[in-house]
């Protein structure tokens, strides 16, 4: 990786002859998604350890995630209007850093609610305005978008892989550190990445994505996205306490998170053949029961590593097709004016709303009823979205792409 950074272009192999900062834009997303794989599974884990009850943490991520419903949408409008995509993603990353700093102060429940919600306010900032830089150095090669996003996944199984380990031996008071020095290496590579020449995509305001959210097709996978997320709540908020409670210790549940992610990269490595032989409501109805088929596979075979391992191969079809779908449809059905709110409104309504509200409803499903039964909900919902998509999402014309 290290090496590779130094490289100002991508190789011809792996894009396309034209210019393409390749290593600059995969270092981004590399670093950006160590932080991921520090939060996600041990953030819980975490706050567990400091005493905080299953309702409490699920509130907690709720709240955290919550400001995915407002905060894109205007980072997105910023971007948007000001054409200043690389300003907003530094300042950005900055003030993370600042915000999420007030961990070290070990506040109660209300105090790391608004350390998070300050965190997760200028988080969402980032990503999204990074995606569409992404698509604009890409131009007409978007459909490799996923050869570049692939090393975000690698950066999360390296995290997860080694913090995982690494917590075998420290205590997990240490994990605010490790995601402070992840943050700070996110600073670094923003300052590597420059907006491409000639793109202009400001001034457009909120009359051409008002006009394109009219598309039925768009209206439905954000639809369908949204219950995808809310059917994760179960695993992104209690994968990991569901885990330990069953006595798997913190090297494996690195190991089961890593598991997911390599079939991730698996996805994102053929996605643009993918997409080019399957229709959008082919690939969208088969994450959907590909998913059912994950959750109930998880409540019901807990202490099966083989089966859990089976499970976890899921992550392929429910994060990475349908991700990379949804970053395909938004480019295609999002002009240059609308490209930032386009990817706001993804983030925010399908990543917000979907994940708060499933973090929600599993903390109060867990704390009655266990674990399993909140997986066997989340498949239930899965199944009826299948049926949903199957009556009523357009069919995309995939020579259009």
Same mark, same amino acid.
């Given at each position: 990786m290290a090496a590779g950074m130094t490289g100002a272009t991508t190789p011809t192999t792996a894009l396309s002859s034209r210019p393409v900062p390749y290593w600059r834009l995969s270092s981004f997303y590399f670093f950006y998604f160590t932080v991921v794989g520090a939060q996600v599974p041990f953030w819980t884990l975490y706050l567990h350890h400091m005493g905080f009850?299953?309702?409490?943490?699920?509130?907690?991520t709720a709240i955290q995630l919550s400001t995915r419903l407002f905060a894109p949408n205007l980072w997105g409008w910023i971007g948007d209007r000001t054409n200043k995509r690389i300003f907003i993603i530094r300042v950005g990353a900055l003030l993370t850093a600042l915000a999420y700093a007030g961990v070290f102060l070990h506040p109660g429940f209300w105090g790391i609610a608004l350390v998070m919600a300050g965190f997760n306010f200028f988080w969402n900032a980032i990503l999204p305005q990074f995606e569409v830089i992404t698509l604009q150095h890409l131009k007409h090669d978007a459909q490799r978008y996923s050869?570049?996003?692939?090393?975000?996944?690698?950066?999360?199984?390296?995290?997860?892989?080694?913090?995982?380990?690494?917590?075998?031996?420290?205590?997990?008071?240490?994990?605010?550190?490790?995601?402070?020095?992840?943050?700070?290496?996110?600073?670094?590579?923003t300052v590597l990445?420059?907006?491409?020449?000639?793109e202009r995509t400001g001034g457009g305001g909120f009359a051409p994505f008002l006009q394109q959210m009219r598309n039925g097709t768009v209206l439905m996978f954000f639809l369908l996205c949204f219950l995808m997320q809310v059917s994760h709540g179960p695993y992104y908020a209690f994968f990991s306490i569901f885990l330990q409670d069953e006595g798997y210790s913190r090297t494996l549940i690195g190991g089961f998170w890593a598991i997911g992610v390599l079939a991730e990269i698996g996805v994102f490595l053929l996605m643009h053949r993918i997409i080019g032989n399957f229709n959008a409501r082919t690939l969208a109805i088969g994450c959907l029961l590909a998913g059912a088929l994950r959750w109930w596979l998880t409540g019901y075979f807990p202490n099966h590593t083989g089966i859990l391992v089976l499970a976890q191969l899921g992550h392929a079809a429910t994060f990475g097709v349908f991700h990379a779908l949804a970053i395909h449809l938004i480019h295609r059905f999002f002009t240059q004016q609308a490209s930032g709110q386009g990817q706001a409104v993804y983030s925010a309504f399908c990543y917000g709303a979907g994940n708060a509200a499933g973090a929600y409803l599993a903390g109060l499903i867990v704390q009655a009823y266990?674990?399993?039964? !909140? @997986?066997?909900?989340? %498949?239930?919902?899965?199944?009826?979205?299948?049926?949903? !998509? @199957?009556?009523?999402? %357009?069919?995309?014309?995939?020579?259009?792409?």
């Open positions: 009850s299953l309702v409490e943490i699920g509130t907690l050869l570049i996003r692939l090393w975000g996944s690698i950066g999360f199984i390296a995290s997860v892989v080694g913090l995982g380990w690494y917590f075998e031996h420290h205590p997990l008071e240490q994990l605010p550190i490790w995601v402070t020095g992840f943050m700070v290496m996110i600073m670094v590579a990445v420059t907006q491409p020449e000639g266990g674990g399993a039964v !909140a @997986y066997y909900a989340a %498949s239930v919902l899965l199944l009826l979205s299948a049926v949903l !998509a @199957y009556f009523l999402f %357009s069919r995309v014309d995939q020579t259009q792409r």
